[in-house]
């Protein structure tokens, strides 16, 4: 490094830090960082309108899928080996889920989720994740260790879900 | 409609989007908060010091230190994302717990083992390492951030950390490199360092210190006309202003840069400073302002928004320059005595013109009967005297409420008889305080005020102070002695007298408590600071200068004429 570029470099550091002191945040955009990813995933019901848009942002949806797996979740892996292209019953230690077609009405499928033990984690969405794209939907109440939900055939959750290569996280 | 930015008022060097990236990163930096929400980096100054690091292009240390220190975390499961939302308070515990289970010892560092490599890393480094971790994710990207994790998960040497830290430092180098050449404020550098080199007519000149005068500052000022149309400097105040860093920038970089003879290989540069020196060179960008004038002029500038006027807000107004710019205005204070008078002069013009009624003659006529410097240097003799007979009342308020601190002043007061006699009093006492023999009279006072880094413990100090007191009052008012010291007595029943017709808004210091005392000699200090330093300000520029009222008007008829430039051609 030259000595007129360390005079420069130095030059700056003492503005930008005088300029500081009086610099007003309010026009601060914050870029997508770990405490971004971490506020979310800290408060569910806050961003539970925009979750879905949120991840379809790839790099938040890898950060904020590791926070999930890491901090305390339900999880099922891929299957390893599925016989056909959509899977409707996946097993796993932690729950059952069970995709089911409504008798009523043939684009309507019920999503049945029984969890096989107690858990004292807060169990708030259902989440999707395969070759990056992720979704996510808010969970009913379990009631007796057990929810159901509807969903479409036509709903981008129903081709997740059904996807044997997709990851499932309860929290 | 866009957002009001807080320079939009500037009436020129606007901050453009380089520069406001840059004040953005520090500003997330220094709000962020742990899980929960209280403030990340409790120490401000240590974030700008990282800040600094990465200006000044000095971070690849830094950076391979925190690959280290990742490794270790991660080798004792403490993922990197968890990092973001703790403090560096909160990872020291974690760490501490997990040594005292893992290794059953308690320690003030932590060992990072790979193989035959190991290194350590202390406690007291963890949160300087967690505000390089913050800036790297603010310049790099959270996505660059989780590739790093996963890469240093798998490494297994040494030599592979250090590859992954040279990636990151090169991404950071072209990060800052692509951004700063475009910011205002790196054009003004260059401007500033290119118009060095063309009035040496040396290419290869080194820039020292004296290369920015005060002749060189005015130069510059009139030279920016022909800069690009958006470096045009149109105020003396802030050509002198960026002048006047960039002469600190050579300062500081003089004792830490120039000692290093190879300067061309960035990797063996930095393998040439100790992590000493770098934090040596760190701190003197961040305490630039932190000179003891400084801390006296906010003290009182405290006060006086508190209600208490110590000095009046014009005197505040009259020394704040100088507080500015500390030292520097030792070592250039023509251009300090220009930036008051024709700063002054500057905005009355700027305000003449937006009202449309500016005509420049009128002005420099004006101007060519006044004596401007002088009328500055009497303003600043005033403000002196008034510090000094504020002082006297200050030093009174000490001598009613008989309190030991008298001392610390009371020098001031004596004639030389009376001086020889309290020196002869100090030699006797020192026998009897519990003090190092070696002191003389003005150290073992200077200790006994705490002005030695190295002073004793307070209450102690305190107890020392106060017997010297008692001792002291005794002497002095002994039949002995009493009537050596008529002078000193004669001052105490004019100031008495002074004391009780001074009437000042909020100026109150009666209560007889140890706050009202120690805030008595605060204050007499701080007025001490700022009257020596006016002193010598006065001292120097009469010295430089043989005859103000002449110079005034040389400077008189240079500044117009660039003020005729400026502000009567259309187009600048």
């Known amino acids: ?171 | 409609m866009r957002e009001k930015y807080f320079f939009d008022d500037w009436r020129e060097f606007s901050l453009q989007k380089p520069d406001q990236v840059l004040l953005n990163h520090l500003e997330t930096i220094k709000n962020n908060t742990n899980y929960n929400e209280s403030l990340k980096h409790q120490n401000v100054k240590e974030v700008y010091k990282v800040f600094a690091l990465f200006l000044t292009h000095n971070y690849s240390p830094a950076i391979y230190q925190l690959c280290l220190f990742l490794k270790y975390l991660i080798q004792n499961d403490i993922p990197l994302y968890s990092l973001m939302i703790m403090s560096g308070n909160e990872v020291i515990r974690k760490v501490k717990k997990i040594n005292s289970i893992k290794r059953k010892q308690i320690s003030n560092k932590v060992t990072l083992e790979l193989r035959d490599f190991k290194f350590d890393i202390t406690y007291s480094r963890f949160s300087y390492l967690l505000i390089t971790l913050d800036f790297l994710e603010e310049f790099i990207g959270l996505e660059e951030i989780m590739l790093i994790e996963e890469s240093i998960k798998k490494v297994k040497s040494q030599n592979e950390l250090q590859t992954i830290s040279n990636n990151i430092s090169k991404k950071v180098y072209s990060y800052l490199k692509n951004l700063l050449p475009s910011s205002y404020l790196q054009r003004y550098s260059s401007a500033i360092g290119n118009f060095i080199i063309k009035k040496t007519e040396n290419e290869n000149h080194k820039i020292v210190s004296e290369d920015i005068s005060d002749d060189f500052i005015f130069d510059f000022w009139v030279a920016s006309k022909d800069f690009e149309k958006d470096l045009l400097i149109k105020t003396f105040t802030l050509a002198a202003d960026l002048c006047l860093t960039y002469k600190k920038s050579i300062e500081i970089n003089k004792n830490f840069i120039v000692s290093l003879k190879s300067q061309n290989d960035q990797e063996q540069y930095l393998n040439l400073i100790s992590d000493k020196m770098l934090d040596e060179f760190l701190e003197s960008i961040i305490t630039y302002d932190e000179h003891i004038l400084s801390r006296s002029f906010q003290k009182i500038m405290r006060m006086n928004e508190n209600k208490v006027n110590i000095l009046k807000k014009n005197e505040l107004g009259e020394i704040e320059i100088f507080s500015k710019y500390n030292d520097l205005t030792l070592k250039l204070p023509l251009t300090v005595l220009r930036i008051s008078v024709f700063g002054n002069i500057q905005n009355k013009i700027v305000e003449s013109q937006r009202r449309k009624n500016l005509d420049l003659n009128i002005y420099y006529e004006s101007m060519s009967k006044v004596q401007k410097y002088n009328d500055q240097i009497q303003i600043l003799e005033s403000i002196v005297n008034n510090s000094t007979f504020i002082c006297e009342i200050l030093f009174y308020k000490l001598w009613f409420l008989k309190s030991p601190e008298i001392l610390h002043f009371i020098k001031d007061y004596f004639n030389e008889d009376e001086l020889i006699l309290f020196e002869h009093f100090l030699v006797e006492q020192k026998t009897k305080l519990d003090c190092d023999p070696s002191l003389d009279e003005i150290n073992l006072l200077k200790e006994l005020a705490k002005e030695n880094i190295e002073s004793s413990p307070d209450e102690y100090r305190e107890e020392q102070l106060t017997n010297l007191y008692k001792e002291f009052n005794f002497f002095i008012n002994s039949k002995k002695f009493n009537s050596n010291f008529e002078n000193f007595f004669d001052f105490i029943v004019k100031i008495k007298k002074q004391s009780s017709s001074f009437r000042r808004s909020g100026f109150d210091f009666n209560a007889n408590n140890k706050e009202n005392r120690e805030l008595i000699v605060e204050v007499y200090n701080a007025l001490l600071e700022i009257k020596n330093f006016l002193l010598k300000f006065i001292r120097l520029l009469n010295k430089d200068i043989n005859n103000l009222e002449t110079k005034f008007k040389e400077d008189n008829i240079l500044f117009f004429q660039h003020f005729r430039l400026l502000y009567e051609k259309e187009g600048i």
């Open chain 1, 1 to 171: 490094m030259e000595i007129k570029d360390s005079i420069s470099n130095t030059f700056l550091a003492l503005n930008y830090i005088s300029l500081s002191q009086n610099y007003s945040s309010s026009i601060t955009q914050a870029k997508l960082n770990f405490k971004r990813v971490w506020e979310v995933f800290l408060n569910p019901i806050k961003y539970q309108d925009k979750i879905n848009e949120m991840l379809k942002d790839k790099v938040f949806a890898k950060a904020y899928f590791m926070i999930l797996q890491n901090e305390g979740c339900i999880y099922q892996p891929k299957l390893r080996a599925a016989s056909n292209d959509k899977v409707f019953f996946r097993s796993s230690s932690e729950f059952k889920i069970e995709i089911v077609k409504s008798n009523k009405n043939k684009n309507v499928y019920y999503i049945i989720i029984n969890l096989i033990n107690d858990t004292k984690l807060p169990l708030l969405n259902l989440y999707v994740i395969c070759d990056n794209i992720s979704e996510s939907k808010k969970l009913p109440k379990f009631n007796n260790k057990r929810a159901q939900m509807i969903i479409k055939d036509n709903d981008n959750f129903f081709d997740l879900i059904t996807n044997p290569n997709t990851e499932i996280f309860i929290r």
